[in-house]
C-alpha cells in the first residue's frame, strides 16, 4: 500500500492546484487565527474551487468553537476535520464529518490509549511537541515513539521535508505523511520545487518496501 502524502498550510490558490497536480492526495486548510498560515473563508473556497476532482479537502481547528467550525463547513466545502488542540472524542465527532486527531508525541504519549479514545476518528496524527505552536514548527520527533502497531492509521508529521521522508517512511510505514513548513519558502508560500521533490522522496520510500 503507498504512502498518502497531505501538504497542509496553503494561502495561495495556485500552490494548492500545484500540490494537487503533483500528486497530493490531500490539501490542508489552517482555520486558526494565531497562525501564519491561517486562511480566510474566502481564500479557502477560492482553493477549494480550484482543485482537480479526487483531492480530500482537511480543515483544521485549534480548540475552536463550535459555532465557528460549522461557520468554515457552511461555505467550504471540507471531506475531512483535524483537530490540533486538546479536543475531545465528542468534540470532535458532532459535525458527522470524517476527522483526524493531532497527538503531540513525547515520551509518556499512549497511542494506544489515543486510538481507543478517538476510536471513530480516520486516523491519529502524530506531530512533534510543542508548548506554544500547534503543527507547523518544523521539528522533528522521535520516530521510536510510534508504536508497530496502532488500531487506527497513522499519519506521521513534525519537522518532514524531501531529505528525511524516505527515511521516515520506510523506517516507520506510517499511512500517511503531513508536510507544511518543509516545502515552503516562507510560512504559507509553498515552493514548487520542494512539493515535487518531497513526494518524489516519498515514492522512493514507497518503492524501497515493496
Not at 477560492?46 to 460549522?70: D, H, S, W
Not at 471540507?78 to 479536543?87: K, P, W
Not at 486510538?115 to 506531530?127: C, K, M, R, S, W
Request: proline share 4%; with cysteine; net charge neutral.
Amino acid at each position: 500500500m503507498r504512502t498518502r502524502v497531505k501538504v497542509c498550510g496553503f494561502t495561495r490558490v495556485e500552490d494548492a492546484v500545484f500540490a494537487a497536480e503533483a500528486g497530493a492526495d490531500a490539501i490542508g486548510l489552517v482555520f486558526y487565527p494565531p497562525s501564519p498560515r491561517n486562511v480566510e473563508i474566502k481564500t479557502a473556497v477560492r482553493i477549494v474551487n480550484a482543485l482537480p476532482a479526487f483531492v480530500t479537502v482537511v480543515a483544521l481547528f485549534v480548540n475552536e468553537l463550535e459555532g465557528n467550525i460549522r461557520n468554515v463547513l457552511q461555505h467550504v466545502s471540507v471531506d475531512c476535520l483535524q483537530f490540533h488542540g486538546s479536543e475531545r472524542s465528542e468534540d470532535c465527532r458532532i459535525y458527522g464529518k470524517r476527522y483526524i486527531k493531532a497527538i503531540k508525541m513525547t515520551l509518556g504519549t499512549d497511542i494506544a490509549q489515543a486510538a481507543l479514545e478517538f476510536g471513530d476518528a480516520d486516523g491519529l496524527l502524530l506531530d512533534a511537541c510543542d508548548p506554544v505552536r500547534h503543527g507547523g514548527t518544523g521539528n522533528c520527533f522521535d520516530w521510536d515513539l510510534v508504536p508497530k502497531q496502532c488500531e487506527l492509521p497513522l499519519i506521521l508529521a513534525g519537522g518532514l521535508n524531501s531529505l528525511n521522508v524516505k527515511s521516515a517512511v520506510t523506517a516507520i510505514r506510517p499511512y500517511a505523511v503531513d508536510v507544511s513548513s518543509g516545502v515552503e519558502t516562507g510560512k504559507g508560500i509553498k515552493d514548487r520545487d520542494k512539493i515535487t521533490a518531497f513526494i518524489s522522496a516519498v515514492q522512493q520510500g514507497d518503492r524501497i518496501i515493496t
